[in-house]
């Protein structure tokens, strides 16, 4: 059981359509991220979320748009995604962004076809 | 800037068996330390953190990890392996300094196949 849950589990899109990963934090935290794990990669770090305000931006490409209306709820936007975008993205929290501990959703597995 | 290595991509091993899964770091500033484990097709989950105080930490599932800060590593030890802790293991590192992000930095990962 986790306290942040990732919809949809699954995701098959092709290159020229509009979609949304959701990401929802169930423990009353102030800090929120997005991370891609890539086969044979290290997780990579996308974007970071303080208290809704976007506090670091990891040189992604403008084809993902994140969106953070409140502390509870992160969006990841896609669109004219490629192939090699395909990949696991993670959503985590933490309480206030001082580092202490993350909690991760279970992911959503996309694939660009 | 951070970063951490973990030193072996696979580790098999033997059920019942101990383990050490390796994981070294560099960084300009104090740290917090932690490793998680992913089970297939799953998200991340915390198996023990390093924040201050005893550098022996105890996590869950009987793992534990040592803090040396002079050889700036994490190591991640279980006594007795089971068939159930065939996962991937990452070591991770964030900065405790007042510009962090609470962004956590990770190392590439360890796969840890049990063998019965």
């Known amino acids: 059981e986790t306290g942040v849950t990732q919809t949809p589990r699954h995701l098959v899109m092709g290159m020229t359509n509009k979609k949304s990963l959701k990401c929802e934090q169930h423990l009353g935290h102030n800090a929120m991220y997005w991370y891609k794990q890539s086969a044979k990669k290290p997780l990579e770090l996308m974007f970071v979320?303080?208290?809704?305000?976007?506090?670091e931006n990891n040189s992604v490409p403008s084809r993902f748009s994140p969106e953070c209306p409140n502390s509870s709820h992160l969006f990841l936007h896609l669109h004219t995604l490629q192939p090699e975008d395909s990949a696991l993205y993670l959503c985590a929290s933490s309480q206030d962004g001082q580092g202490t501990e993350a909690f991760f959703g279970q992911g959503t597995r996309l694939t660009v076809v | 800037a951070q970063s951490v290595t973990q030193l072996d991509s696979q580790v098999p091993v033997f059920e019942e068996a101990p383990v050490e899964l390796r994981c070294n770091y560099s960084s300009s500033v104090s740290v917090y330390l932690f490793w998680y484990v992913q089970y297939p097709n799953q998200g991340l989950q915390l198996l023990l953190k390093?924040?201050?105080?005893?550098?022996l930490v105890k996590g869950i599932n009987g793992f534990e990890a040592e803090f040396n800060k002079s050889q700036t590593s994490f190591h991640l030890r279980k006594p007795s392996v089971h068939i159930s802790d065939t996962a991937e293991y990452f070591c991770?590192?964030?900065?405790?300094?007042?510009?962090?992000?609470?962004?956590?930095?990770f190392g590439q990962g360890t796969t840890l196949q049990v063998k019965p």
């Open positions: 979320y303080n208290f809704k305000e976007q506090t």
């Open positions: 991770a590192v964030s900065d405790r300094g007042s510009s962090n992000t609470g962004k956590l930095i």
């Open positions: 390093y924040l201050s105080g005893s550098t």
